[in-house]
Antibody, heavy 126, light 107 residues
Framework: QITLKESGPTLVKPTQTLTLTCTFS??????????VGWIRQPPGKALEWLAL???????RYSPSLRSRLTITKDTSKYQVVLTMTNMDPVDTATYYC??????????????????WGQGILVTVSS | DIQTTQSPSSLSASVGDRVTITCRAS??????LNWYQQKPGKVPKSLIY???SLQSGVPSRFSGSGSGTDFTLTINSLQPEDFATYYC?????????FGQGTKLEIK
């Protein structure tokens, strides 16, 4: 059974750095093709993809936030950590981590976020 | 970046209706298109991957179609539990992008 859970501060001040941890179970991040992603959702707004950590330690970021984001894997290999620098009130959102699963359909391999954490609402305010 | 644009942004329908939501990608993405359902205050749920393949446990009244740049999510015989916001997401390449969402409301 795959589960993920986000943890971290729920209130940060402008200009501070946010560090969120995704603790997961039920899968190994070392399994070929697997990835863990971070997605956020401002109140009442759409989902926004932030970053992805791959099974081979590769990483991808949203271009618009690339300079502020870092995604890493804890040495325990069951946690993925996202840091976002220089937080601003517009970064107020629910932050989700999610398992990117692999699906085989026809002759192709497809990816989707099939398991999500419960989300953590982070408010940026002085 | 590949942009994904959904239409309409909101939709009113009645129980038993058939509804269709459209997602358009700014360039061809083959069939690397996913659909998610999100109910108020809840976590998004994966419905469809590869444009048309239902996730395990998703009712058969949901269906997806399309390839290239144009995709649709169809819900036949709407049930009360289907009223939610639906998002498309392309997984063809990073940065993965979500559509802006379609809120399906009860008429």
């Amino acid at each position: 059974q795959i589960t993920l859970k986000e943890s971290g501060p729920t209130l940060v001040k402008p200009t501070q750095t946010l560090t969120l941890t995704c603790t997961f179970s039920g899968f190994a991040l070392s399994t070929s093709g697997v990835a863990v992603g971070w997605i956020r959702q401002p109140p009442g707004k759409a989902l926004e993809w932030l970053a992805l950590f791959y099974w081979d330690d590769d990483k991808r970021y949203s271009p618009s936030l690339r300079s502020r984001l870092t995604i890493t894997k804890d040495t325990s290999k069951y946690q993925v950590v996202l840091t976002m620098t220089n937080m601003d009130p517009v970064d107020t959102a629910t932050y989700y981590c999610a398992h990117r699963g692999l699906f085989y359909y026809g002759s192709g391999t497809y990816y989707a976020f099939d398991y999500w954490g419960q989300g953590i609402l982070v408010t940026v305010s002085s | 970046d590949i942009q994904t644009t959904q239409s309409p942004s909101s939709l009113s329908a009645s129980v038993g209706d058939r509804v269709t939501i459209t997602c358009r990608a700014s360039q061809s993405i083959g069939n690397y298109l996913n659909w998610y359902q999100q109910k108020p205050g809840k976590v998004p749920k994966s419905l469809i991957y590869a444009a048309s393949s239902l996730q395990s446990g998703v009712p058969s009244r949901f269906s997806g179609s399309g390839s290239g740049t144009d995709f649709t999510l169809t819900i036949n015989s709407l049930q009360p539990e289907d009223f939610a916001t639906y998002y498309c997401q392309q997984s063809y390449m990073t940065p993965y992008t979500f559509g802006q969402g379609t809120k399906l409301e009860i008429k």
